[in-house]
Structures are given as C-alpha cells and as structure tokens.
C-alpha cells in the first residue's frame, strides 16, 4: 500500500490545513530507522484511518519544512492538529511505544 508522500509545496495544503490529526513522518532513504518505522507507520494508519492520516516527507528532497520545523534527526515524527505541532517523536520505536505515545491523537487510551 505505501503512505502518501508530501512535499515542501504540498505541505500546507496536505498537513497544515488537515480537517483532522496528520502524522508527519520526516525520513530519508539511506536512513536504516526510518525504513524499519515504514511497516508500523503504515499497520498505524490503517488501524487509525478516519482518526488521523500519516504521511512520509524526504528530508533530502523537501528541504523547506525539515528545517522549518527544526527536524535535527531522523526518523523524527511529528503530530500537527488544526497546523499546529501538538507532538514530536524522534526515533524508531515500537508498534506499541508508537500506540502509547499517540492514544490522545486516535482515541485509544494511553
């Protein structure tokens, strides 16, 4: 299936103007994390369809929103709600540590 790509010019108009939660996952292909985040991003937005959308952007290509948003590191994921960052996560993680760190944002309980 595979997440939708965003870019620096799709940007405001796939995230920031979102009628709902929009997981931004910052990547880039020779980074080894983000690959192993793609299968839990991807099970994430499955199992969470309708309560928030995630979406990949490559940092090497999309330049613009990596550093507007001072993403340092990577695989850093950010939660934008009404285009606003309500949450940061830096790092690979867990499915489970993923579900926990963002029950608030799906309706699930933390």
Known sequence: MGLNQVTDASFAADVEQSNIPVLVDFWAEWCG???MMNPILEKFQETHA??????????DDNPEAATRFKV???PTMLV?????VVKQLVG??????LEEAL???VGTPA
């Not at 309708?50 to 940092?59: D, T």
């Not at 934008?80 to 606003?84: A, C, I, L, Q, R």
């Open 92 to 97: 690979a993680m867990s499915e489970a540590r």
């Open 33 to 35: 994390p983000c690959r």
């Open 80 to 84: 934008f709600k009404n285009g606003e």
């Open 50 to 59: 309708g309560a928030i959308n995630v979406v990949k952007l490559n940092v």
């Open 103 to 105: 029950g608030e944002w």
């Open 72 to 74: 340092l590191s990577i």
